[in-house]
């Protein structure tokens, strides 16, 4: 079993604080590696067309690790990249995935033609687990969400949305807080009125805060040194809400902490599930953002 390294704060003799591994609940695959055809300017692992820190995963390789996560307990399965529908074997990973449980799909909807939209209720029906996708936007309108994902991007993820729901597919809709006021009731309000618009008869949305690392130091800063847990630091109720204490992310490269820190090389806990069952240490600055902000990454 290989556990990260221990690192003490500067001037301080004690220990990071440290999550253990509860249950491996919740199993996320960076299938598309960190490859997009978007290039977000708030993205926190700066995925892009040309970002090829990781590569995409084959069927063969997802196979292999669902094997050993069916062995382990895992419940229910993420998908995740770059996008993941940009790797040809995606819908056959999903269909071995079908097989052994829940799938979920984190896209930004451009790939969304009727004709996958079709392939993928047909997916669903044909398995007794869920699928489920959720689709980014960060805006309201094209003016809000274009400088963000890119321009016409506000008008292609429509579509895409609208696609899933014509094909009987109920997608969640994922925002960021890049705008302030998409977090707010009123903010919440108007994304629920757009999905009623597009045909959403129970509109679903996932407000999601934005991580300060990536893409999104350079566009709206870097973390300040306060924002991170301390030496010594214990939360009242443990760690166990954090998402770290239930996951873990595999990419091409193996397997890391959470979907956050994929980018991170101390995010990285060893090749196998197996190898990652100990704990880790909360001294990465999106960890505070996760304890602070009770972020979840699950639907």
């Known amino acids: 079993m290989t556990e990260p390294s221990v690192r003490a704060a500067p001037g301080n003799d004690l220990p990071p604080p440290r999550v253990r591994l509860a249950a491996l609940d919740t199993l ?27 590569e995409m995963m084959s069927l ?5 690790y669902l094997v050993e996560a069916v062995e382990l307990g895992v419940k229910e399965y993420y998908f995740t990249g770059g996008e993941p529908f940009l790797n040809p074997a995606m819908e056959a990973i999903l269909e071995a995935t079908l097989a052994v449980g829940p799938a979920n799909v984190l896209t930004n909807g451009l790939l969304l033609d009727s004709e996958r939209c079709a392939r993928l209720r047909a997916l669903q029906d044909a398995s007794e687990y869920s699928l489920d996708l959720r689709v980014s936007l960060d805006g ?11 321009e016409g991007s506000f008008e292609r993820v429509l579509n895409g949305v609208r696609n899933l729901l014509a094909a ?31 045909g959403a008869d129970k509109p679903r949305l996932k407000v999601l805060p934005v991580f300060q690392i990536g893409s999104e130091a350079e566009r709206g800063g870097a973390y300040e040194s306060w924002q991170k847990l301390r030496a010594g630091e214990v939360a009242d109720d443990g760690w166990e809400h954090l998402q770290c204490s239930s996951c873990r992310m595999v990419t091409d490269r193996g397997v890391w902490v959470c979907p956050i820190l994929v980018n991170e090389p101390e995010g990285k806990m060893g090749e196998t599930l197996s190898d990652t069952l100990g704990s880790y240490p909360l001294e990465h600055p999106a960890c505070w953002t996760c304890h602070v902000y009770g972020v979840s990454c699950k639907t």
Do not use: M, Y
């Open 28 to 54: 996320w695959f960076q299938v598309a590696g960190t490859v997009c055809n978007l290039a977000c300017n708030h993205c926190f692992i700066s995925c892009s067309p040309t970002n090829r820190t990781h």
């Open 60 to 64: 063969a390789e997802v196979e292999g």
């Open 140 to 150: 309201f309108d094209a003016a809000s969400n274009d400088p963000i994902r890119g």
């Open 168 to 198: 009987g597919l109920n997608p969640v809709l994922t925002v960021t807080e890049v705008h302030g006021v998409s977090g707010t009731e009123a903010g919440k309000a108007k994304f629920f009125d757009l999905l009623r618009g597009l």
